[in-house]
């Protein structure tokens, strides 16, 4: 089977896709390749030799030492290595070298197929302040704030206190909470002005900042959109993202449980006048703020895969990576916004090696046992095996549980259930939290906002069961048969409350 792309009137063949990028989001587009009839090349590091991903490409090639600066973000080396391979295009995955716009370039500017947006869009949203500017005259509802970098810190001031403190100073290149300050009140203005100048440098080596009225306890929620080459959009409706620390997501859901159609439809539109401003083609994502009265506004433009697709794939059958690459082709989309339904409810958990007993700092160690859950409804997008090592050198997420039910209800039963399914041993997860945060009164109504975990979550709501869950692995592993041999035991304290064995060896 042969992948064809357009260029003008010319045609090439699509036979090799190189993937920048590592773990389950690498796994991720390989297996979409493989039923496309492309073949991958992989690239890894030398912390990620025995990954996988490594396993499952048709080729693989190690860039470098463990450090991403000198392996996956060496540009350089990622479109030598397509070049040497014979790969035709280039899949960056989600973060590293994603929303690059050099990288863009360059991997165009070397005759190779980007598989994402062009440089130009890149640039654009790559800046807070060039999106909120490029949105805004697509009449896309905004934050009140400054339309430019501030300059003149006593002029920004005025500007503050016109629009009334509390205010958010947001660094143009940033994300992830990065080169982030709420300044409550006029004295402390310029002090955390310049706290987020110099982090946004120190980041992302430009301390570009602009402010904007602060929503308090928002709702995050995302539009996801695609579009073509030639000029076709499409929204695949909307991700609640609110439960986040640090500013980074844990849980996701779609649909969001709390908006109407008409709202679901205005942000939708929206979204796609955001993608028009760039002229924008690819998978995207226009995140809002959405306030108590359901009022949003414009937020930010990721533009790249989010790692959080997954809910959307299953709610609405589409494979965005399959959409990515035809787009790179320069195929039309395949579907319309009328042929688009809401088919059920899905929720992702994203499975970190972090303690929530410890202000969910990341932890490394041994994956001792690893065993994901099965059955019904049940997604699991994962890059490590049992017996692997957790890397320092990368981001903790080790996989994304996906649940889908044909109501919220069901697909929030089904993730419990998977939870106590899922047996980790060796390093601390998110999958406690996980189980406790969907079994909170706020979410199970849909009444939560980006406060959530500030507003519920104490670490001794996990503690408590790990305690009694504890009691119970001790006196299992005092159980020995003489006669029939040993019996093995683990315990896996998933959830709140919970305890459950993974399984009974007998060594016969």
């Known amino acids: 089977m042969l992948a064809l792309v357009k260029r003008g009137e010319s045609y090439i063949n699509m036979k090799k896709i190189l993937i920048a990028n590592r773990g389950e ?14 073949n991958t090349v992989a690239v890894f590091s030398e912390a990620d030799r025995n990954m996988p991903f490594v396993r499952y490409a048709d080729e693989a090639v190690c860039i470098g030492p463990a450090p991403s600066s000198q392996s996956y973000l060496r540009a350089d080396k990622l479109i030598a290595v397509a070049k040497e391979t014979g790969a035709d295009a280039i899949h960056p995955g989600y973060g590293f070298l994603s929303e690059n716009a050099s990288f863009s370039k360059a991997v165009t500017d070397a005759g190779l197929i980007f598989i994402g947006p062009s440089a130009h869009s890149i640039e654009v949203m790559g800046s807070k302040i060039g999106a909120k500017q490029a949105a805004k005259k697509f009449n896309v509802p905004m934050v009140p704030g400054t339309e430019e970098p ?21 660094a143009s290149a940033g994300g992830g909470g990065k080169g982030m300050r709420v300044v409550n009140s006029d004295d402390e203005f310029e002090e955390q002005i310049r706290a987020a100048k110099s982090e946004a440098l120190n980041s992302f080596s430009n301390d570009d900042v602009f402010i904007e009225k602060y929503v308090g306890s928002p709702k995050h929620i995302e539009i996801q959109l695609m579009g073509d080459q030639h000029g076709n959009y499409v929204y695949l409706f909307e991700r609640e993202c609110s439960v986040q620390r640090r500013h980074q997501k844990l849980v996701e859901e779609a649909p969001s449980s709390c908006l109407t159609p008409d709202i679901r439809k205005a942000m939708g539109e929206c979204a796609i006048a955001a993608a028009r401003s760039c002229n924008y083609y690819g998978a995207g994502t226009v995140e809002f703020l959405v306030d108590e009265n359901l009022n949003f506004y414009f937020l930010e433009m990721n533009t790249r895969l989010q790692v959080e697709h997954c809910v959307t794939e299953m709610i609405t059958g589409i494979d965005l990576v399959k959409e990515q690459i035809n787009v790179a082709r320069g195929q039309k989309l395949s579907f319309s916004q009328d042929d688009l339904k809401i088919h059920g ?25 690893y065993q994901p859950p099965k059955g019904p409804g049940v997604r699991v997008d994962d890059g490590y095996e049992e017996g692997m090592d957790i890397p320092i050198f990368y981001d903790p997420m080790i996989a994304k549980l996906i649940a889908h039910g044909s109501t919220r209800e069901e697909a929030i039963d089904r ?38 975990i500030e507003k519920y979550f104490r670490p001794e709501f996990l503690s408590e069961s790990n305690d009694d869950a504890d009691e119970v692995a001790a006196l299992l592993s005092s159980i020995v048969w003489e006669k029939n041999g040993t019996a093995k035991t683990s315990v896996s304290t998933a959830g709140n409350g919970n305890r459950s064995f993974s399984k009974w060896k007998l060594n016969r």
């Open 345 to 369: 409810h899905a929720i992702e958990l994203r499975v970190c090696a972090e303690d929530p007993l410890n202000n969910f700092l990341p932890d490394t160690g041994r994956l001792e046992m």
């Open 415 to 452: 993730l419990r259930r998977a939870i106590d399914e899922y047996y980790v041993k060796g390093i601390k997860t998110t999958l406690q939290f996980g189980k406790w945060a969907v079994n909170v009164e706020a979410f199970r109504t849909g009444n939560y906002d980006t406060k959530f």
């Open 25 to 38: 989001i690498a796994m991720r587009v390989m297996r979409t390749a493989r039923e496309m009839g492309i």
């Open 150 to 170: 501030v300059k003149d810190v006593a002029e920004a001031r005025k500007i503050a206190q016109q629009i009334g403190y509390p205010i958010l100073v947001k």
